[in-house]
């Protein structure tokens, strides 16, 4: 009887490197062999240390784990890859795929010359639109997790995201659920958000994960990294809130209060995706919730959130529908299983059709991997050519002035060639200019009516933000911007647009100070006239000293958010602040890792009136 291949899933998390062996069963199925986790401590989501850190735990688990296969497919942390699902417009199916490109160019937010990206077609809505999931990370990182594999020993097949591999092992292990399922994957550094339909599938990446709870922890007790997780693993839980009595040890208590602050953020921007999910993708309500990921296994966690979403709560079975092979520790397995949901889904693209065909492979490490695998047959081609040119010599001489009379042939039709080429080259120059004047051209028109379209996009975020906490808190609420300004005049400037001389210190002023009043009024925005006129009369800014230097540039908006609310209390106000922060996040005109709450509600005499502070960056600069 033959031996069944057998091949490897990797998942390369934030915070912990999970490897699986799989094998295919005899009924066609997948089985596990062997398996491994290893945590990577803080030190595996920090840019500057992941590679040194992974390298050394990839030889380590596969030595431990006795992991013999060498055929393998990875999966990639969310927060490294950038994810969008768009819709696009009814159109004929040979156009699909320039269509997908063009959205591609327009999304992701980086050049795709410099990424890896893949997409996949989930289906068409009723009105005939084509449903289309984006993903994409640079190239660069793929490489350095090529060369952490290739350092181990590893053939990579495919190259995968989290959420998408976790889509697949749901639907392996769970097809046959009627009504709306949400998947809740609690990582370390990022969470996330799955939801399932018979015919229709959304997912979203939210920047809230385990590690803050144990940062938060560690900086309340004043405990470093390691110590606190040591803590939160070994004894902490998620604190049941209300009049429960807590624990004796006054640190276990303490982690208790902050897993349950940490994981009632990511329970509103769950929220957030529920709603999303039912009004721009057209779904129905989750009728049920599965929580997986290493941040899930504190102990009261589904309570938490059945408390929270008032629906049924239970742990995702990745091996629901896997077969477990005879020598697996099925104890220790029971105890990780939540977290192994990525590398049963790499297992399955190696043996079944999966609803999630996504490989973001770099064109560069692919043709290097095949190279390296056709080094065998290149060096036996040049071996042989070798020898035929030693058996053949003779011949060749031969043929050598004829040869060379054939080339001086050439060489005369050749040159007024090269002279017309010379001249076609000059030509595309002057093409390019032009093409370079052309493209300034239309960044100074398109910087015209940057302002009014920033205006009504803050006008949408307040309007959206005080709807969606209406919608949860049940009660009228009510926000405005109170001011905008910009860091560019501030004792602290990065990358924005500075007027400094070298004789006066800069001020900071108000960024609306530079709009014409009437403009700023139409769009519901207060502006603060500042009466100093610049050095080309306009009225507005900072007077320009004699030898200032401009950047030209806004990136950054700093804004005071002012609100109003019946029946406020803490909770309720937080809610709001942090609703405005998801919406701002949400927005195509802002950078989501760029904006970002600055502060904590502050509130008047009249607690019935709040105020809060939050940081927003462009998208697209705006060019002043």
């Known amino acids: 009887m033959l031996k069944s291949k057998t091949f490897l899933g990797v998942d390369f998390g934030a915070g912990s490197l999970k490897a699986a062996e799989f094998e295919t069963a005899e009924d066609g199925g997948l089985r596990l062999r062997a398996f491994g986790v290893k945590s990577l401590g803080l030190a595996g989501s920090q840019d500057a240390q992941r590679e040194a850190v992974l390298k050394k735990s990839l030889g380590d688990l596969l030595g431990e784990a006795g992991l013999s296969a060498r055929d393998a497919s990875i999966s990639i942390p969310g927060y490294q890859v950038f994810s969008k699902f768009v819709k696009l417009p009814p159109v004929d199916t040979s156009k699909v795929s320039q269509i997908i490109e063009y959205e591609a160019k327009q999304n992701v937010p980086f050049p795709l010359?410099?990424?890896?990206?893949?997409?996949?077609?989930?289906?068409?809505?009723?009105?005939?639109?084509?449903e289309v999931v984006l993903l994409a990370v640079?190239?660069?990182?793929?490489?350095?997790?090529?060369?952490?594999?290739?350092?181990?020993?590893l053939k990579l097949s495919v190259v995968d995201a989290s959420l998408a591999a976790l889509a697949n092992a749901f639907r392996y292990n769970y097809p046959d659920l009627e009504g709306c399922s949400l998947l809740i994957d609690i990582g370390a550094k990022t969470s996330n958000v799955l939801v399932f339909e018979k015919n229709k599938f959304y997912a979203r990446s939210i920047p809230v994960g385990s590690n803050a709870i144990t940062q938060e922890f560690g900086a309340e007790v004043k405990l470093p990294f390691p110590e606190a997780e040591k803590i939160k693993t070994n004894g902490g839980f998620v604190s049941l809130g209300g009049a429960y009595e807590e624990p004796d040890d006054p640190k276990l208590a303490a982690v208790s209060k902050v897993a349950r602050n940490v994981l009632t953020r990511l329970h509103?921007?769950?929220?957030?995706?529920?709603?999303?999910?039912?009004?721009?993708?057209?779904?129905?309500?989750p009728v049920?919730?599965?929580?997986?990921?290493?941040?899930?296994?504190?102990?009261?966690?589904?309570?938490?959130?059945?408390?929270?979403?008032?629906?049924?709560?239970?742990?995702?079975?990745?091996?629901?529908?896997?077969?477990?092979?005879?020598?697996?520790?099925?104890?220790?397995?029971?105890?990780?299983?939540?977290?192994?949901?990525?590398?049963?889904?790499?297992?399955?693209?190696s043996i079944v059709q999966c609803p999630m065909e996504l490989n973001l492979m770099p064109k560069a490490s692919l043709s290097r991997q095949q190279f390296n695998a056709k080094k065998p047959l290149l060096l036996a081609a040049a071996f042989a050519a070798a020898a035929g040119v030693f058996g053949f010599g003779a011949y060749f001489s031969k043929k050598a002035d004829a040869t060379?009379?054939?080339?001086?042939?050439?060489?005369?039709?050749?040159?007024?060639?090269?002279?017309?080429?010379?001249?076609?080259?000059?030509?595309?120059?002057?093409?390019?200019?032009?093409?370079?004047?052309?493209?300034?051209?239309?960044?100074?028109?398109?910087?015209?009516?940057?302002?009014?379209?920033?205006?009504?996009?803050?006008?949408?975020?307040?309007?959206?933000?005080?709807?969606?906490?209406?919608?949860?808190?049940?009660?009228?609420?009510?926000?405005?911007?109170?001011?905008?300004?910009?860091?560019?005049?501030?004792?602290?400037?990065?990358?924005?647009?500075?007027?400094?001389?070298?004789?006066?210190?800069?001020?900071?002023?108000?960024?609306?100070?530079?709009?014409?009043?009437?403009?700023?009024?139409?769009?519901?925005?207060?502006?603060?006239?500042?009466?100093?006129?610049?050095?080309?009369?306009?009225?507005?800014?900072?007077?320009?000293?004699?030898?200032?230097?401009?950047?030209?540039?806004?990136?950054?908006?700093?804004?005071?958010?002012?609100?109003?609310?019946?029946?406020?209390?803490?909770?309720?106000?937080?809610?709001?602040?942090?609703?405005?922060?998801?919406?701002?996040?949400?927005?195509?005109?802002?950078?989501?890792?760029?904006?970002?709450?600055?502060?904590?509600?502050?509130?008047?005499?009249?607690?019935?009136?709040?105020?809060?502070?939050?940081?927003?960056?462009?998208?697209?600069?705006?060019q002043l």
């Open 113 to 130: 010359t410099e990424a890896a990206w893949d997409r996949q077609i989930l289906g068409n809505t009723a009105s005939g639109e084509v």
């Open 138 to 153: 640079k190239s660069a990182e793929v490489e350095k997790y090529f060369g952490i594999c290739e350092g181990g020993g």
């Open 268 to 285: 509103l921007q769950v929220n957030q995706t529920i709603q999303f999910y039912r009004t721009q993708q057209g779904g129905a309500a």
């Open 288 to 349: 049920r919730v599965f929580l997986c990921g290493g941040g899930s296994v504190l102990p009261y966690s589904t309570e938490f959130f059945q408390e929270k979403l008032n629906l049924p709560v239970e742990y995702f079975n990745p091996f629901r529908n896997v077969q477990i092979a005879a020598g697996v520790d099925v104890e220790a397995l029971e105890k990780v299983a939540p977290s192994l949901g990525e590398v049963v889904g790499l297992g399955l693209r």
């Open 404 to 622: 060379a009379e054939v080339i001086n042939k050439v060489q005369e039709n050749l040159t007024p060639l090269e002279t017309a080429l010379t001249t076609l080259q000059s030509e595309q120059s002057k093409v390019t200019a032009l093409t370079n004047k052309t493209a300034q051209l239309a960044g100074w028109l398109q910087g015209r009516v940057a302002w009014p379209e920033l205006a009504l996009e803050l006008k949408r975020v307040v309007v959206q933000a005080e709807a969606n906490s209406e919608s949860k808190l049940a009660r009228p609420v009510s926000l405005w911007i109170e001011t905008l300004s910009d860091p560019i005049f501030g004792p602290t400037v990065t990358a924005a647009t500075t007027e400094t001389s070298s004789s006066e210190e800069p001020t900071e002023k108000p960024l609306l100070a530079r709009i014409d009043p009437a403009l700023a009024a139409r769009y519901g925005l207060k502006v603060t006239p500042t009466p100093a006129a610049t050095e080309d009369g306009d009225g507005g800014g900072a007077p320009k000293a004699k030898g200032s230097v401009s950047t030209n540039q806004i990136v950054t908006l700093n804004l005071v958010i002012k609100g109003i609310m019946a029946s406020p209390n803490d909770e309720s106000q937080t809610a709001t602040m942090y609703d405005f922060q998801s919406v701002a996040k949400a927005s195509e005109f802002f950078d989501k890792e760029g904006t970002e709450l600055t502060g904590k509600v502050e509130k008047a005499e009249d607690s019935f009136v709040f105020s809060f502070p939050i940081k927003i960056k462009l998208k697209r600069p705006i």
